[in-house]
């Protein structure tokens, strides 16, 4: 089940409105994608940790979350080295690491953490309900805000019907194994489960058009742009811009590799 773990606090974070967050992270994802240099990345990384210092979050959960990519990042350190070429610096018969694959891979372990707690900072600190109002502020496309709503919502009654079929099944002596028994009952479990979300939904659906629903959900809270929204995107887009002009070599940090 999803939750949300960080969305309620008293940080100087959790104060800023959502469209003030959830434009501050696009701002600073795009930057960061875009970057090809390491010491903007090394910066755009040291932020991230303030970020999630400011919004006070544990930094061992937040080392937890690093644990999700741990295993891509650490199959890239094991490929690039030794198929992307460049400068040889260690050479064993038919195995070669080369400087350009170990550079590649720092500037994606860089990229991908500092993008991670990034967002772990300024999305996972709002609830969902307050990241589509903020989409939405943001003119992102109506149905999209709807269907985020939806499927967030409606996620846990999908999972409460699955395990209801699973109970179902295992109280009929049901052993999973790689039979072809087995898998032609776990293949009645996921059309069941369709067939199941697919009458919810149109219940659903009825419901809300009895209580006057009009396309979109109405926010109880209503979020105003403060003075320290505005100082805090401000200084997001300057940073973004040193970052943007340090790839640009109009910025000139100090060489690192």
Known sequence: MLQENFCRGESPIHKLSPRTRTLAAIFLAFVVALCQTIPPLLLALALSFILIIAARINLFKAGRRLL???????????????????????????????????????????????????????????????????????????????????????????????????RAAKIRNFQPNTSLHCYKTYANLLGMLFVRSAERAQRVHKAMLCRGFDGRFHSLTEYHDRAQDYFFLSFILIFSTILALSELRIVVFPAIL
């Open 68 to 166: 999700v990519i741990a295993g891509f990042l650490l199959l890239i350190w094991l490929v690039l080295p030794l198929t992307c070429g460049g400068p040889v610096i260690w050479q064993n018969s038919f195995l070669e690491i080369g400087r350009t694959g170990i550079t590649l891979a720092l500037l994606l372990t860089l990229k991908t953490s500092a993008m991670l707690l990034i967002f772990l900072a300024l999305i996972s600190t709002m609830s969902t309900a307050d990241l589509a109002h903020a989409l939405h502020s943001l003119k992102l496309p109506a149905k999209l805000v709807l269907l985020l709503l939806i499927t967030y919502r409606y996620i846990f009654l999908i999972e409460d019907e699955l395990q209801t079929m699973l």
